[in-house]
């Protein structure tokens, strides 16, 4: 697995300078959604999706994922599903506007633990900002699914960001 290679060497760099409660956050936006208008503003996810939230499942399978945080939609919920159900975690809902909140539960609640967060295109790259963290991309675009963004905290303010991809690339 790429991501948890990269996430090692920075687990390295932190762990010697001092930090001894790092925590891991990975971030996705929600997987493909079903674009029909019959769902209005809370589509579950296509096939396409489906197929990608079990690629987020596998990516994810040993990076020792501690708490998953999903938004009142279901296409979160969906993408974090495969993975909640093969490591026995009831994922925590969080209103999707509520980056801030989310930043601070992480900061209190999941200390030296391993978090998914499953978001949205707008509000990934504002809950990376939130934890401290410069975010790798300014936007994600509304037909990006594959970026899989890993922020390293080692306490409020003090968190380094990157970026790989899983699953097949975006269309």
């Not at 209103?95 to 949205?120: M, P, Q, R, W």
């Not at 504002?126 to 934890?131: R, Y």
């Amino acid at each position: 697995m790429r991501a948890l290679k990269w996430l090692g060497a920075l687990c390295l760099v932190f762990s010697l300078m001092g930090c001894e409660k790092l925590t891991a956050i990975y971030l996705v936006r929600h997987a493909e959604k079903e674009t029909s208008a019959r769902y209005g503003n809370n589509p579950p996810l296509s096939e396409a999706g489906t197929l990608r939230a079990q690629a987020l499942a596998d990516h994810l399978d040993d990076a020792g994922i501690d708490i998953i945080i999903v938004t009142q939609y279901q296409r979160t919920q969906q993408t974090a599903q495969p993975l909640a159900d093969a490591l026995g975690i009831e994922p925590i809902e969080f209103d999707a506007a509520n980056a801030a909140g989310i930043a601070a539960y992480i900061e209190a609640e999941a200390v030296g633990k391993a978090v998914l967060v499953v978001g949205h295109s707008n509000t990934v790259p504002s809950i990376i900002e939130e934890l401290g963290a410069e975010p790798p991309v300014d936007a994600i675009a509304g037909n990006d699914f594959d970026n899989l963004f890993v922020v390293l905290s080692s306490g409020p303010g003090q968190a380094v960001s990157g970026k790989t991809t899983y699953g097949l690339p975006s269309p």
